[in-house]
Protein backbone atom coordinates (compact mmCIF):
# COMPACT_ATOMS: atom_id res chain seq x y z
CA UNK A 1 0.00 0.00 0.00
CA UNK A 2 2.95 2.05 0.72
CA UNK A 3 4.62 1.31 -2.22
CA UNK A 4 1.21 2.45 -4.31
CA UNK A 5 0.49 5.41 -2.34
CA UNK A 6 4.51 5.96 -3.70
CA UNK A 7 3.84 5.58 -7.32
CA UNK A 8 0.42 8.02 -6.73
CA UNK A 9 2.83 10.74 -5.79
CA UNK A 10 5.25 10.58 -8.30
CA UNK A 11 2.19 10.62 -10.65
CA UNK A 12 0.85 13.55 -8.88
CA UNK A 13 4.06 15.55 -8.89
CA UNK A 14 5.66 14.58 -12.83
CA UNK A 15 2.12 15.63 -14.04
CA UNK A 16 1.96 19.16 -12.29
CA UNK A 17 6.00 19.82 -13.13
CA UNK A 18 5.37 18.78 -16.75
CA UNK A 19 2.61 21.02 -16.90
CA UNK A 20 3.82 24.13 -15.14
CA UNK A 21 7.25 23.93 -17.05
CA UNK A 22 5.50 23.16 -20.38
CA UNK A 23 3.78 26.48 -20.45
CA UNK A 24 7.18 27.90 -19.37
CA UNK A 25 8.90 26.10 -22.33
CA UNK A 26 5.98 26.59 -24.62
CA UNK A 27 6.01 31.04 -24.21
CA UNK A 28 9.77 30.95 -24.19
CA UNK A 29 10.35 28.85 -27.30
CA UNK A 30 8.03 31.10 -28.82
CA UNK A 31 9.70 34.71 -28.09
CA UNK A 32 12.91 33.11 -28.96
CA UNK A 33 11.67 32.10 -32.09
CA UNK A 34 10.32 35.45 -32.67
CA UNK A 35 13.65 37.31 -31.54
CA UNK A 36 15.60 35.02 -33.77
CA UNK A 37 13.43 36.20 -37.55
CA UNK A 38 12.53 31.97 -37.50
CA UNK A 39 9.24 32.53 -40.26
CA UNK A 40 5.83 31.68 -38.81
CA UNK A 41 6.64 27.70 -40.06
CA UNK A 42 9.62 27.38 -38.27
CA UNK A 43 7.64 28.56 -35.28
CA UNK A 44 4.71 26.74 -35.96
CA UNK A 45 6.17 22.88 -37.28
CA UNK A 46 9.63 23.09 -35.50
CA UNK A 47 9.79 25.73 -32.31
CA UNK A 48 6.07 25.49 -31.54
CA UNK A 49 6.17 21.78 -31.67
CA UNK A 50 8.96 20.92 -29.97
CA UNK A 51 8.17 23.25 -27.27
CA UNK A 52 4.94 21.59 -26.15
CA UNK A 53 6.21 17.70 -27.23
CA UNK A 54 9.03 18.07 -25.20
CA UNK A 55 7.34 15.73 -22.36
CA UNK A 56 6.51 12.96 -24.60
CA UNK A 57 10.14 13.04 -26.69
CA UNK A 58 11.38 12.82 -22.64
CA UNK A 59 9.50 9.99 -21.98
CA UNK A 60 10.76 8.10 -25.32
CA UNK A 61 14.53 8.98 -25.01
CA UNK A 62 14.29 8.08 -20.99
CA UNK A 63 12.35 4.86 -21.47
CA UNK A 64 15.35 3.58 -23.70
CA UNK A 65 18.38 4.91 -22.22
CA UNK A 66 17.59 5.27 -18.57
CA UNK A 67 15.28 1.97 -18.26
CA UNK A 68 15.58 -0.40 -21.41
CA UNK A 69 11.75 -0.19 -21.97
CA UNK A 70 11.92 1.04 -25.65
CA UNK A 71 7.66 -0.29 -25.28
CA UNK A 72 7.25 1.84 -22.08
CA UNK A 73 8.53 5.30 -24.20
CA UNK A 74 6.37 4.05 -27.50
CA UNK A 75 3.55 3.67 -25.50
CA UNK A 76 3.19 7.03 -23.91
CA UNK A 77 4.00 8.22 -27.58
CA UNK A 78 0.65 6.60 -28.85
CA UNK A 79 -1.23 7.06 -25.60
CA UNK A 80 -0.80 10.70 -25.86
CA UNK A 81 -1.60 10.76 -29.55
CA UNK A 82 -4.89 9.45 -28.53
CA UNK A 83 -5.47 11.65 -25.92
CA UNK A 84 -4.29 14.60 -28.07
CA UNK A 85 -6.78 13.27 -31.26
CA UNK A 86 -9.91 12.96 -28.76
CA UNK A 87 -9.51 14.45 -25.56
CA UNK A 88 -7.81 17.96 -25.94
CA UNK A 89 -10.05 18.91 -29.41
CA UNK A 90 -13.08 17.77 -27.16
CA UNK A 91 -12.14 19.44 -24.00
CA UNK A 92 -11.27 22.75 -26.61
CA UNK A 93 -14.65 22.77 -28.57
CA UNK A 94 -16.37 22.46 -25.07
CA UNK A 95 -14.12 25.15 -23.55
CA UNK A 96 -14.49 27.57 -26.30
CA UNK A 97 -18.19 26.42 -27.04
CA UNK A 98 -17.76 25.05 -30.19
CA UNK A 99 -14.06 25.05 -32.66
CA UNK A 100 -13.72 26.47 -36.11
CA UNK A 101 -11.87 24.35 -37.96
CA UNK A 102 -10.64 25.32 -42.27
CA UNK A 103 -9.62 23.06 -45.11
CA UNK A 104 -5.82 23.60 -44.55
CA UNK A 105 -6.64 21.22 -41.09
CA UNK A 106 -8.60 18.99 -42.34
CA UNK A 107 -7.06 18.59 -45.77
CA UNK A 108 -3.49 19.03 -44.94
CA UNK A 109 -2.45 18.54 -41.28
CA UNK A 110 -4.97 15.81 -40.70
CA UNK A 111 -4.24 13.28 -43.72
CA UNK A 112 -0.22 14.43 -43.41
CA UNK A 113 -0.97 13.27 -39.82
CA UNK A 114 -2.17 10.17 -41.29
CA UNK A 115 0.44 9.13 -43.08
CA UNK A 116 2.96 9.77 -40.29
CA UNK A 117 0.86 7.20 -38.51
CA UNK A 118 1.54 4.75 -42.24
CA UNK A 119 4.49 5.23 -42.53
CA UNK A 120 6.01 4.69 -38.48
CA UNK A 121 3.68 1.30 -39.02
CA UNK A 122 5.94 0.76 -42.42
CA UNK A 123 8.92 1.51 -40.48
CA UNK A 124 7.89 -1.28 -38.05
CA UNK A 125 7.19 -3.73 -40.31
CA UNK A 126 10.71 -2.97 -42.18
CA UNK A 127 12.19 -4.01 -39.14
CA UNK A 128 9.90 -6.83 -39.13
CA UNK A 129 10.50 -8.04 -42.15
CA UNK A 130 14.63 -7.53 -42.24
CA UNK A 131 16.12 -7.29 -38.70
CA UNK A 132 13.43 -10.01 -36.73
CA UNK A 133 13.98 -11.11 -33.69
CA UNK A 134 14.39 -15.06 -32.33
CA UNK A 135 11.90 -15.00 -29.45
CA UNK A 136 9.62 -16.54 -31.70
CA UNK A 137 7.02 -14.02 -31.46
CA UNK A 138 6.74 -10.73 -33.79
CA UNK A 139 9.55 -8.39 -32.90
CA UNK A 140 10.97 -5.77 -34.80
CA UNK A 141 14.49 -4.21 -34.44
CA UNK A 142 14.58 -0.88 -35.45
CA UNK A 143 17.37 0.09 -36.79
CA UNK A 144 18.71 3.76 -37.42
CA UNK A 145 18.64 3.57 -41.13
CA UNK A 146 15.05 2.37 -40.46
CA UNK A 147 14.27 5.74 -38.00
CA UNK A 148 15.93 7.90 -40.49
CA UNK A 149 12.51 7.13 -42.74
CA UNK A 150 10.12 8.82 -40.37
CA UNK A 151 12.63 11.67 -39.56
CA UNK A 152 13.47 12.06 -43.70
CA UNK A 153 9.05 12.27 -43.60
CA UNK A 154 9.08 15.14 -40.90
CA UNK A 155 11.49 17.01 -43.17
CA UNK A 156 8.86 16.74 -46.32
CA UNK A 157 5.86 18.40 -43.88
CA UNK A 158 8.07 21.13 -42.80
CA UNK A 159 9.47 21.78 -46.69
CA UNK A 160 5.76 21.78 -47.70
CA UNK A 161 4.81 23.92 -44.71
CA UNK A 162 7.71 26.74 -45.78
CA UNK A 163 6.32 26.68 -49.04
CA UNK A 164 3.10 28.54 -47.63
CA UNK A 165 4.93 31.24 -46.10
CA UNK A 166 6.60 34.47 -47.16
CA UNK A 167 9.60 36.02 -45.98
CA UNK A 168 9.43 36.90 -42.27
CA UNK A 169 11.08 39.99 -40.65
CA UNK A 170 11.53 39.55 -36.90
CA UNK A 171 10.85 42.56 -34.50
CA UNK A 172 14.17 43.73 -32.54
CA UNK A 173 14.13 42.82 -29.01
CA UNK A 174 15.82 43.52 -25.48
CA UNK A 175 18.99 41.24 -25.16
CA UNK A 176 17.99 41.45 -21.39
CA UNK A 177 14.98 39.67 -21.74
CA UNK A 178 16.31 37.23 -24.68
CA UNK A 179 18.98 35.84 -22.10
CA UNK A 180 16.44 35.35 -19.25
CA UNK A 181 13.62 33.65 -22.27
CA UNK A 182 17.23 31.08 -22.45
CA UNK A 183 17.55 30.98 -19.21
CA UNK A 184 13.53 30.54 -18.47
CA UNK A 185 13.87 27.53 -21.76
CA UNK A 186 16.81 25.48 -19.99
CA UNK A 187 15.28 25.56 -16.41
CA UNK A 188 12.03 24.29 -18.27
CA UNK A 189 14.11 21.45 -19.87
CA UNK A 190 15.63 20.73 -16.66
CA UNK A 191 12.39 20.32 -14.62
CA UNK A 192 10.36 18.53 -17.86
CA UNK A 193 13.06 15.79 -17.47
CA UNK A 194 12.34 15.23 -13.90
CA UNK A 195 8.72 15.64 -14.08
CA UNK A 196 8.87 12.72 -17.04
CA UNK A 197 11.31 10.57 -15.12
CA UNK A 198 8.66 10.89 -12.18
CA UNK A 199 6.10 9.89 -13.94
CA UNK A 200 8.03 7.11 -15.59
CA UNK A 201 8.73 5.34 -12.19
CA UNK A 202 5.50 5.78 -10.92
CA UNK A 203 4.55 3.68 -13.98
CA UNK A 204 7.12 1.11 -13.45
CA UNK A 205 6.17 1.20 -9.76
CA UNK A 206 2.79 0.34 -10.71
CA UNK A 207 4.08 -2.39 -13.00
CA UNK A 208 5.30 -3.78 -10.18
CA UNK A 209 2.87 -3.90 -7.86
CA UNK A 210 -0.50 -4.64 -10.03
CA UNK A 211 1.55 -6.37 -12.89
CA UNK A 212 -0.03 -4.72 -15.39
CA UNK A 213 2.86 -3.98 -17.91
CA UNK A 214 4.77 -0.61 -18.56
CA UNK A 215 2.86 -0.13 -21.81
CA UNK A 216 -0.35 0.18 -20.37
CA UNK A 217 0.79 2.48 -17.99
CA UNK A 218 2.37 4.38 -20.45
CA UNK A 219 -0.69 4.22 -23.06
CA UNK A 220 -2.90 5.83 -19.72
CA UNK A 221 -0.56 7.38 -17.08
CA UNK A 222 2.30 8.87 -18.63
CA UNK A 223 0.17 9.75 -21.60
CA UNK A 224 -2.28 12.05 -20.03
CA UNK A 225 0.93 13.14 -18.42
CA UNK A 226 3.02 14.59 -20.88
CA UNK A 227 0.16 15.95 -23.11
CA UNK A 228 -1.20 18.58 -20.90
CA UNK A 229 1.18 21.38 -21.95
CA UNK A 230 -0.68 20.84 -25.66
CA UNK A 231 -3.73 20.63 -23.99
CA UNK A 232 -2.98 24.05 -22.49
CA UNK A 233 -1.94 25.40 -26.00
CA UNK A 234 -4.86 24.67 -27.80
CA UNK A 235 -7.26 24.94 -25.32
CA UNK A 236 -5.78 28.93 -24.84
CA UNK A 237 -6.17 29.25 -28.73
CA UNK A 238 -9.54 28.06 -28.41
CA UNK A 239 -11.30 30.12 -25.33
CA UNK A 240 -9.73 33.19 -27.95
CA UNK A 241 -11.93 32.23 -31.02
CA UNK A 242 -8.50 30.36 -32.97
CA UNK A 243 -10.00 27.23 -33.67
CA UNK A 244 -7.77 26.21 -36.49
CA UNK A 245 -4.80 27.40 -34.43
CA UNK A 246 -5.92 25.12 -31.60
CA UNK A 247 -6.19 21.90 -33.87
CA UNK A 248 -3.04 22.69 -35.80
CA UNK A 249 -1.29 22.70 -32.39
CA UNK A 250 -3.18 19.20 -31.93
CA UNK A 251 -1.94 17.81 -35.43
CA UNK A 252 1.58 19.52 -35.51
CA UNK A 253 1.90 17.78 -32.04
CA UNK A 254 0.92 14.34 -32.83
CA UNK A 255 3.19 14.63 -36.33
CA UNK A 256 6.24 15.76 -34.42
CA UNK A 257 5.60 12.66 -32.05
CA UNK A 258 5.63 9.88 -34.05
CA UNK A 259 7.97 11.29 -36.76
CA UNK A 260 11.28 12.56 -34.31
CA UNK A 261 9.87 11.22 -30.89
CA UNK A 262 9.85 7.73 -31.30
CA UNK A 263 12.75 7.30 -33.83
CA UNK A 264 15.23 9.69 -32.08
CA UNK A 265 15.44 7.32 -29.15
CA UNK A 266 16.44 4.56 -31.60
CA UNK A 267 19.41 6.93 -33.01
CA UNK A 268 20.18 7.47 -29.33
CA UNK A 269 20.37 3.94 -28.39
CA UNK A 270 20.71 1.95 -31.42
CA UNK A 271 19.52 -1.07 -32.66
CA UNK A 272 15.68 -1.15 -30.44
CA UNK A 273 13.42 -4.19 -30.13
CA UNK A 274 10.08 -3.38 -30.19
CA UNK A 275 6.81 -5.60 -29.72
CA UNK A 276 5.38 -5.68 -33.22
CA UNK A 277 1.80 -7.93 -32.31
CA UNK A 278 1.41 -4.66 -29.05
CA UNK A 279 2.18 -2.33 -31.60
CA UNK A 280 -0.08 -2.76 -34.93
CA UNK A 281 -3.33 -2.81 -31.99
CA UNK A 282 -2.43 0.37 -30.89
CA UNK A 283 -1.71 2.06 -33.99
CA UNK A 284 -5.00 0.46 -35.37
CA UNK A 285 -7.09 2.28 -32.80
CA UNK A 286 -4.81 5.77 -33.49
CA UNK A 287 -6.15 5.47 -36.77
CA UNK A 288 -9.68 5.32 -35.71
CA UNK A 289 -9.34 7.78 -33.49
CA UNK A 290 -7.85 9.85 -35.71
CA UNK A 291 -10.70 8.78 -38.41
CA UNK A 292 -13.29 10.16 -35.73
CA UNK A 293 -11.51 13.28 -35.64
CA UNK A 294 -11.46 13.81 -39.47
CA UNK A 295 -15.37 13.22 -39.76
CA UNK A 296 -16.11 15.25 -36.72
CA UNK A 297 -14.13 18.46 -37.65
CA UNK A 298 -14.90 18.22 -41.70
CA UNK A 299 -19.12 18.35 -41.08
CA UNK A 300 -19.59 22.06 -41.86
CA UNK A 301 -15.42 22.70 -41.09
CA UNK A 302 -16.54 23.11 -37.43
CA UNK A 303 -16.47 20.50 -34.04
CA UNK A 304 -19.62 21.24 -32.47
CA UNK A 305 -19.90 20.53 -28.42
CA UNK A 306 -21.90 17.14 -29.34
CA UNK A 307 -18.67 16.15 -31.75
CA UNK A 308 -16.72 16.97 -28.33
CA UNK A 309 -18.54 14.96 -26.30
CA UNK A 310 -18.18 12.07 -28.81
CA UNK A 311 -14.95 12.41 -29.07
CA UNK A 312 -14.28 12.08 -25.54
CA UNK A 313 -16.55 9.28 -25.47
CA UNK A 314 -14.41 7.48 -27.62
CA UNK A 315 -11.31 8.52 -25.35
CA UNK A 316 -13.28 6.48 -22.46
CA UNK A 317 -13.89 3.70 -24.62
CA UNK A 318 -10.18 3.18 -25.18
CA UNK A 319 -9.48 3.76 -21.44
CA UNK A 320 -12.04 0.91 -21.01
CA UNK A 321 -10.54 -1.21 -23.19
CA UNK A 322 -6.92 -1.31 -21.88
CA UNK A 323 -8.81 -2.20 -18.44
CA UNK A 324 -10.48 -5.41 -20.18
CA UNK A 325 -7.20 -5.90 -21.29
CA UNK A 326 -5.52 -5.65 -18.37
CA UNK A 327 -8.32 -8.21 -16.87
CA UNK A 328 -7.57 -10.51 -19.77
CA UNK A 329 -11.08 -10.45 -20.72
CA UNK A 330 -9.94 -9.78 -24.23
CA UNK A 331 -6.98 -10.49 -26.07
CA UNK A 332 -6.32 -8.17 -29.14
CA UNK A 333 -3.17 -6.65 -27.56
CA UNK A 334 -0.86 -10.02 -26.68
CA UNK A 335 1.89 -7.75 -25.44
CA UNK A 336 -0.67 -6.45 -22.80
Not at 97 to 111: C, I, S, T, W
Amino acid sequence: MASLAVAIVLAVVGTVAVWLAGGRLESASERLGTHYGFPPVVQGAIIAAIGSSFPELSSSIISVLVHDDFGLGVGAIVGSAVFNILVIPGWSAIRGRGLRADRDVVYKEAQFYMLAIAVLLLTFSLGVIYYPGDTGRLVATVTRPLAMIPIALYGVYVFIQSQDVSDYEAPETDDVRVRRQWLLLLGSLAVILIGVEALIQAALTLETILGVPSTVWGLTVVAAGTSLPDAAVSVRAAESGRGPTSLANVLGSNTFDLLVAVPAAVLLNGDTPIDFATAVPMMGFLTVATLGFLLATRTNLELTRREAVWLLGLYGVFLAWMVLETLEVTAFVPGV
